[in-house]
T-cell receptor, first 119, second 116 residues
Framework: AQTVTQSQPEMSVQEAETVTLSCTYDTSESNYYLFWYKQPPSRQMILVIR??????QNATENRFSVNFQKAAKSFSLKISDSQLGDTAMYFCAFMKLDAGGTSYGKLTFGQGTILTVHP | DTAVSQTPKYLVTQMGNDKSIKCEQN?????MYWYKQDSKKFLKIMFS???????INETVPNRFSPKSPDKAHLNLHINSLELGDSAVYFCASSPNARTGLDNEQFFGPGTRLTVL
């Protein structure tokens, strides 16, 4: 079974600064996806960024980027130029693919990190 | 238009009652899911249906029964509610979990269930 660990229960950052959220995972699979989801106080789960394990290049989405270290099983999220609207709980998630490339969509989530952006 | 909608958003009920939560998606997706988020915010998948076929059934008490009348709807019925069932329940959908190209799930707003 896969496990996802987020070791930082809470983080805070000043507006316009950069913050990095950590995530490690444990799997024996070689083919999988990794995700960061954001859950603001509104409770809505929003996909922030995703990474395919076979891709060496780190994914980026505007101010959000990841540092994917496959050998170390590490997948951190960097938020640049933090904004007040980034205040939320952030979840790292793992989805394995079987040999045929099918996922069945099963996401395994970490415990979450509460990020607070201060003005 | 809301992509994934759930009703009700809040549900307060007594222990022992039976209740249902409804989910509908208008994205044309084939796969739908139910997740449970407990009081510590931990999210765990419960069920998944692909084109009305059950494809994921995690270790969930059999008091929980999902029903998919068509691929746009996935309802969750809970019998004999217990205090520990209090949680936020999220519905989600994705294009087709069997394709391997399916890597984004769209979540509904959640239903906060409180069992007294």
């Amino acid at each position: 079974a896969q496990t996802v660990t987020q070791s930082q229960p809470e983080m805070s950052v000043q507006e316009a600064e950069t913050v990095t959220l950590s995530c490690t995972y444990d799997t024996s699979e070689s083919n999988y996806y990794l995700f960061w989801y954001k859950q603001p106080p509104s409770r809505q789960m929003i996909l922030v960024i995703r990474q395919e394990a076979y891709k060496q290049q780190n994914a980026t989405e505007n101010r959000f980027s990841v540092n994917f270290q496959k050998a170390a099983k590490s997948f951190s999220l960097k938020i640049s130029d933090s904004q007040l609207g980034d205040t939320a709980m952030y979840f790292c998630a793992f989805m394995k693919l079987d040999a045929g490339g099918t996922s069945y969509g099963k996401l395994t989530f970490g415990q979450g990190t509460i990020l607070t952006v201060h003005p | 238009d809301t992509a994934v909608s759930q009703t009700p958003k809040y549900l307060v009920t007594q222990m022992g009652n039976d209740k249902s939560i409804k989910c509908e998606q208008n994205l044309g997706h084939d796969t739908m899911y139910w997740y449970k988020q407990d009081s510590k915010k931990f999210l765990k998948i419960m069920f998944s249906y692909n084109n009305k076929e059950l494809i994921i059934n995690e270790t969930v008490p059999n008091r929980f029964s999902p029903k998919s009348p068509d691929k746009a709807h996935l309802n969750l019925h809970i019998n004999s509610l217990e205090l520990g069932d209090s949680a936020v329940y999220f519905c989600a959908s994705s294009p087709n979990a069997r394709t391997g190209l399916d890597n984004e799930q769209f979540f509904g707003p959640g239903t906060r269930l409180t069992v007294l």
